[in-house]
C-alpha cells in the first residue's frame, strides 16, 4: 500500500468514526460518501477496516500489559484484561461500531475476528499454540464474551501507552 493510499485510508476511517460517534446505529454506505467511496468498496470493507484498528490498537497494548507482568497464567490472564479494557475505554466509538455492526462476521471480517481471539486466548494463557485453532478460537471468543460483560459492569481508567 502507498503512503497515499495509507494516507486517504486513515482520512477515511477518521471521517468513518466521526459520523458513528454521531450516529451509532447507522453504518454509512461508502457510495454514498465521497470521503468513503475511493477507499473502500462496501460496507464489509469498511467492517473490516474497523476490526484491523481495532485489532493494531489491542497488539499494541496487549504487549505493553505483557511486558508488565511475570508471566504466570494469572498474570498473563490480567494483563489481556487490561489490554482490552483500555482498548475499549480509549476507542468507545470504534468498539462500539464493531459491536453493533460486526455481529455475524462474513469472509475476510470473520477470519480477522477469529484473528483476533485466537490472539487474545493466546496471549491470556487460555489456550496453548498447540491446540487446533477452532479450539483456540473457542476459547477467545469465551473470553471475548467475559470482557465485554465486565466493561459494561466495572469503570476502568486506561493506563497511560505508549503505541
Not at 477518521?14 to 458513528?20: K, N, P, Q, V, Y
Given at each position: 500500500m502507498s503512503w497515499q493510499r495509507f494516507h486517504r485510508r486513515q482520512q477515511a476511517i477518521?471521517?468513518?468514526?466521526?459520523?458513528?460517534a454521531r450516529t451509532p446505529d447507522r453504518l454509512p454506505d461508502p457510495r454514498?460518501?465521497?470521503?468513503?467511496?475511493?477507499?473502500?468498496?462496501?460496507?464489509?470493507?469498511?467492517?473490516?477496516?474497523?476490526?484491523?484498528?481495532?485489532?493494531?490498537?489491542?497488539?499494541?497494548?496487549?504487549?505493553?500489559?505483557?511486558?508488565?507482568?511475570?508471566?504466570?497464567s494469572g498474570d498473563r490472564l490480567e494483563a489481556a484484561r487490561l489490554a482490552w479494557q483500555d482498548t475499549a475505554a480509549e476507542n468507545p466509538v470504534l468498539r462500539a461500531a464493531l459491536d453493533r455492526h460486526a455481529t455475524a462476521p462474513k469472509g475476510e471480517l470473520r477470519e480477522a475476528v477469529e484473528r483476533e481471539r485466537r490472539l487474545l486466548a493466546l496471549t491470556a494463557g487460555v489456550a496453548e499454540h498447540s491446540?487446533?485453532?477452532?479450539?483456540?478460537?473457542?476459547?477467545?471468543?469465551?473470553?471475548?464474551?467475559?470482557l465485554h460483560?465486565?466493561?459494561?459492569?466495572?469503570?476502568?481508567?486506561?493506563?497511560?501507552?505508549?503505541?
Open positions: 477518521g471521517f468513518l468514526l466521526e459520523r458513528l454514498s460518501h465521497d470521503e468513503l467511496s475511493d477507499v473502500f468498496a462496501d460496507r464489509q470493507r469498511l467492517l473490516c477496516a474497523l476490526q484491523h484498528k481495532w485489532t493494531q490498537q489491542l497488539t499494541g497494548r496487549l504487549d505493553t500489559r505483557l511486558s508488565e507482568c511475570d508471566g504466570s491446540e487446533p485453532d477452532a479450539e483456540i478460537s473457542r476459547s477467545g471468543a469465551a473470553l471475548s464474551r467475559l460483560a465486565a466493561e459494561h459492569t466495572e469503570p476502568h481508567t486506561p493506563a497511560p501507552v505508549m503505541v
